[in-house]
């Protein structure tokens, strides 16, 4: 756990004698991300929840077990939010005091939390255009880092572990998914170069190991663009590949994310009618991955949580399509830049034509 004096300071009547979801509710309030979602659940009751990390890879959450509640939770007062904690003779009152002066109080007998780890290599978010791939692949990594620092060694396989540092290599992590630059969250180490030494090493790429060698010498702006430019160039493919091989393999170690029945035979029919669509047009392949002639086609798809979601997130599904002369490499290889190459993204089926 984290240095107990912070949290103490973080959740006033935090006791040394209280269980592990305690200490996790105070580092909700330390990194000041309390969210308190209430639901109906399939019983009748009425369930309290807050999240702890909910991202792609993980769903991690407390329950408050056995609570009502008095005063009225404000969720757009998120600015800042303290809380206290009280023993009473039979349970526990958590006072929660928001930004503009709402107070209410959780009264509750326990506090439990629940881990549940997930595959999310064939996901995708694709909110800045160009090199998507990549882009794929920094958020995957990402991702994975988040969920160790967050939820410690059990959270994360050996598979994971190698590739920790990999998001805190510069050149890597400047094709950030999102519009943000990622440095000041995933600063760049020796470790991280490292790992990418070990992956082009993998790889066979011979020009990026030796370029790796100087940057690690002499980690110049200069030198980390180009060996960042040099990442979308078709010469980079076999590294690219490595790379979600790596992660790929990490990810398929975890079950994927199975929903409600009728949520579910919505989910499993979007998927069919995609590959319906495409056998229709000629693909060859099963889902996820299709081709035909000089064309790739991998699915990738924006998932819900299984819990905690905002009603108005949906699952969709999004194809990578990719174009290289024929006898070139396929796999997403027409997203690198060159002559004969082309990509594009488009969501099934608003976003299909032809």
Request: glycine share 6%; proline share 4%; aromatic share 14%.
């Amino acid at each position: 756990m984290d240095n107990q004096l912070e949290l103490t300071d973080a959740l006033p009547g935090l006791g040394e004698d209280l269980s592990e979801p305690f200490w996790r509710l105070a580092e909700v309030f330390r990194n000041q991300v309390f969210e308190l979602c209430i639901i109906d659940e399939d019983d009748g009751q009425v369930g309290y929840y807050i999240p702890y990390m909910m991202n792609d890879a993980v769903e991690s959450y407390l329950k408050i077990e056995k609570c009502h509640m008095t005063g009225v939770y404000k969720s757009d007062e998120t600015e800042y939010t303290e809380g206290e904690l009280l023993a009473e003779e039979k349970g526990y009152a958590l006072i929660v005091r928001q930004a503009r002066g709402n107070v209410f109080t959780l009264w509750f007998d326990e506090i439990h939390w629940t881990m549940n780890l997930y595959c999310y290599h064939e996901i995708g978010h694709f909110w800045r255009k160009g090199q998507e791939q990549w882009r794929q692949l920094v958020y995957m990594a990402g991702t994975l880092h988040d969920k160790y620092d967050y939820l410690g060694d059990a959270a994360c396989n050996e598979r994971e572990k190698e590739l920790y540092r990999l998001i805190e290599f510069g050149p890597f992590r400047r094709w950030s998914p999102i519009q943000d630059d990622l440095e000041e969250k995933y600063p760049p180490t020796y470790e991280g170069i490292q790992c990418m030494k070990r992956i082009a090493e993998e790889a066979g790429d011979k020009r990026y190991q030796f370029m790796l060698r100087i940057y690690q010498k002499f980690p110049f702006r200069k030198l980390e663009q180009w060996l960042s430019q040099r990442l979308a160039k078709p010469s980079s493919e076999a590294l690219y590949r490595t790379i979600y091989k790596k992660i790929r393999e990490a990810s398929l170690e975890y079950p994927k994310r199975r929903y409600k029945i009728e949520e579910q035979q919505k989910i499993d029919q979007q998927r069919r009618e995609a590959d319906a669509w495409l056998k229709k047009k000629g693909f060859r392949g099963s889902y996820p991955e299709y081709e035909k002639d000089n064309i790739w086609i991998q699915a990738v798809e924006q998932q819900p949580f299984t819990i905690l979601e905002a009603p108005d997130y949906k699952f969709r599904i999004y194809f990578m399509i990719s174009k290289c002369r024929k006898g070139q490499p396929q796999g997403n290889g027409g997203f690198f830049k060159g002559k004969d190459r082309s990509a594009a993204v488009k969501e099934f089926p608003s976003g299909i034509e032809g």
